[in-house]
């Protein structure tokens, strides 16, 4: 009798399957990067197989476990989330908004944003790499499933306490606007902090964003006074 080996659970699937299964339009697309077989091969398969595998791997979306583990060990390298909030820069930020305009597809960058290589460890505490934006996002397609959904919650509470808490920066309170609303959005507002010179924008892309954030916010305030 033939038989398909899928995943049975959704902390069994790996981010680049799960990346797979969320953008591939092709039921055949998302049974072979779970079993292993080619599109090819998949045709050639009782129909009924086909339907039963597909319809198991619909359900396994439905069924969405989170994990969290703050130091991951991938290929021999550990890499450890983001271990103070403070350090976040307004670079990473702009990084992580333009991201998450298309989560799936740009997950894996996501996780190299939010997971880097680990460069001291003493019990729990530890340190990890600057952000370069040139990280190899490709080795985090192995991660299981579970850790992504756990990652993501924790950024996601994050940029929702901040957005909370520069609500004047944020129409509604939200974390997916742009602050200005302008055309070019975070491009304008770097030319404006770096006073209008080029070649100070990547500095201030290396301040933290609570830093850039409250400066806007004070910016904003005092404007609003001043037309008043």
């Given amino acids: 009798m033939m038989e398909l ?20 339009d092709n039921p055949l697309e998302k049974i072979s ?18 339907q039963a595998a597909s319809a198991h791997l619909d359900n396994l979306l439905t ?9 991951v060990e991938i290929d021999g390298k550990r890499f450890g989330f983001i271990p103070n909030w403070d350090d976040f820069t307004a670079g990473e930020w702009i990084d992580m908004e333009n991201h998450l305009e298309d989560f799936w597809k ?18 729990d505490k530890y340190e990890v790499k600057k952000y370069t934006a040139k990280e190899d996002a490709s080795i985090f397609e192995e991660m299981g499933a579970d850790l992504i959904s756990g990652m993501l919650l924790f950024f996601l509470d994050f940029q929702k306490s901040t957005a909370s808490r520069y609500a004047v920066l944020f129409a509604g309170g939200g974390g997916q606007s742009d602050p200005v609303g302008e055309k070019w959005g975070w ?21 933290p964003v609570q830093v850039v954030f409250q400066h806007l916010s004070y910016l ?7 037309v008043q």
């Fill in 5 to 24: 080996k899928l995943p049975h659970r959704w902390s069994d699937l790996s981010l680049g399957e799960l990346q797979v299964m969320m953008t591939a």
């Fill in 33 to 50: 990067i779970c079993s292993g077989y080619s599109v090819e091969k998949l045709r050639a398969m009782p129909q009924k197989l086909i």
């Fill in 63 to 71: 069924q969405e476990t989170a994990r969290h583990e703050k130091v």
């Fill in 106 to 123: 740009n997950a894996h960058k996501i996780t190299a944003l939010l997971y880097r290589e680990v460069t001291y460890e003493l019990g």
């Fill in 187 to 207: 491009y304008h507002l770097l030319y404006s902090l770096s006073g209008e010179d080029i070649l100070k924008m990547d500095s201030i892309t290396e301040l």
């Fill in 220 to 226: 904003k305030d005092r404007a609003h006074d001043h």
